[in-house]
């Protein structure tokens, strides 16, 4: 079992940043793969950037790549998004997601434990 809090949302003006930070507790958890996702109202929930076990390999949704950067500190069992330029429509709720297995991937179906997600509110 992997128990995942995140933080680090907040409300922010259009253009500028934030760093969300999931803090994973449990067996694997540093070597797991994550994922952030974000659901908007009314809207599904959606992949924005994964990274694998060893942090060699990330991937990112085509809305934020350019503006968003995943990475994560094994030593402390933290995942981090930093998301620069901020836009009014990456408002949403913000979801760490884990793995069992090292590989990252952008599906959310394969993700096996989630967080239970941190609001983020950019203003325009």
């Known amino acids: 079992q992997v128990q995942l809090v995140e933080s680090g949302g907040g409300l922010v003006q259009a253009g500028g940043s934030l760093r969300l930070s999931c803090a994973a507790s449990?067996?694997?958890?540093?070597?797991?793969?994550m994922g952030w996702f974000r659901q908007a109202p009314g809207k599904e929930r959606e992949f924005v950037a994964a990274i694998s076990g060893s942090g060699s390999s990330t991937y990112y949704a085509d809305s934020v790549k350019g503006r968003g950067t995943i990475s994560r500190d094994n030593a402390k069992n933290t995942v981090y998004l930093q998301m620069n330029s901020l836009k009014p429509e990456d408002t949403a709720v913000y979801y760490c997601?884990?793995?069992?297995?090292?590989?990252?991937?952008?599906?959310?179906?394969?993700?096996?434990?989630w967080g239970q997600g941190t609001q983020v509110t950019v203003s325009s």
């Open positions: 449990g067996r694997t958890a540093s070597s797991a793969a």
């Open positions: 997601a884990a793995r069992r297995f090292a590989a990252a991937t952008a599906t959310r179906g394969a993700y096996d434990y």
